[in-house]
T-cell receptor, first 110, second 113 residues
Framework: TQLLEQSPQFLSIQEGENLTVYCNSS?????LQWYRQEPGEGPVLLVT?????EVKKLKRLTFQFGDARKDSSLHITAAQPGDTGLYLC??????????FGPGTRLSVLP | NAGVTQTPKFQVLKTGQSMTLQCAQD?????MYWYRQDPGMGLRLIYY???????DKGEVPNGYNVSRLNKREFSLRLESAAPSQTSVYFC????????????FGQGTRLTVV
């Protein structure tokens, strides 16, 4: 069974602070993805990382893929209340299925 | 562009009742999925369909059945609902390109009393 773990499970910070959330896997996936989910909505893709060591930036969000392609991190600089939500990492298997981690629930207080 | 549409958005069932959750996508995707989301457990795959006419069990298929009616539609049926099936259900679809992404519906919040 391919599993993804995320930490921390919950994070509450003040506006303007930086934070990092982590995603660790017991397996290698075809690619690893980060999704963000807001209340009452389905998850929406933020980024896909494919190559070991890859770093991608999306405005204030920086995504890193570990060299062994089994772990990833999401760093948010100067968090804003609009960043509040559930962040999910997901691995795309070679059989084209998505395995999701349990998520990190982020709350950014104004 | 509607994307993935799920109905209903909310449902309350009594134990033992049956119901079907509907899902349709307009992106011409081959693959479709049903997940359930429970607090602290992320999204768990119930069933998936890699193409029209095929369905396969995921991680938690017990108590559910699915039908891939055509390329657009993938339904999830609960034959005899149980309180343990109280959850939020998401339908998703994806294309065939390498490192594709999943597109999700808005979810169905189901309560079984």
């Amino acid at each position: 069974t391919q599993l993804l773990e995320q930490s921390p499970q919950f994070l509450s910070i003040q506006e303007g602070e930086n934070l990092t959330v982590y995603c660790n896997s017991s397996s290698v996936f075809s690619s690893l993805q980060w999704y963000r989910q807001e209340p009452g909505e389905g998850p929406v893709l933020l980024v896909t990382v494919v190559t070991g060591g890859e770093v991608k930036k999306l405005k204030r969000l920086t995504f890193q893929f570990g060299d062994a392609r089994k772990d990833s991190s999401l760093h948010i600089t100067a968090a804003q209340p609009g960043d509040t939500g559930l962040y999910l990492c997901a691995g795309l298997t070679y059989g084209q299925n998505f395995v999701f981690g349990p998520g990190t629930r982020l709350s950014v207080l104004p | 562009n509607a994307g993935v549409t799920q109905t209903p958005k909310f449902q309350v069932l009594k134990t033992g009742q049956s119901m079907t959750l509907q899902c349709a996508q307009d992106m011409n995707h081959n693959s479709m999925y049903w997940y359930r989301q429970d607090p602290g457990m992320g999204l768990r795959l119930i069933y998936y369909s890699a193409s029209e006419g095929t369905t396969d069990k995921g991680e938690v298929p017990n108590g559910y059945n699915v039908s891939r009616l055509n390329k657009r539609e993938f339904s999830l049926r609960l034959e005899s609902a149980a309180p343990s099936q109280t959850s939020v259900y998401f339908c998703a679809s994806s294309g065939r390109k390498m490192n594709t992404e999943a597109f999700f519906g808005q979810g169905t919040r189901l309560t079984v009393v």
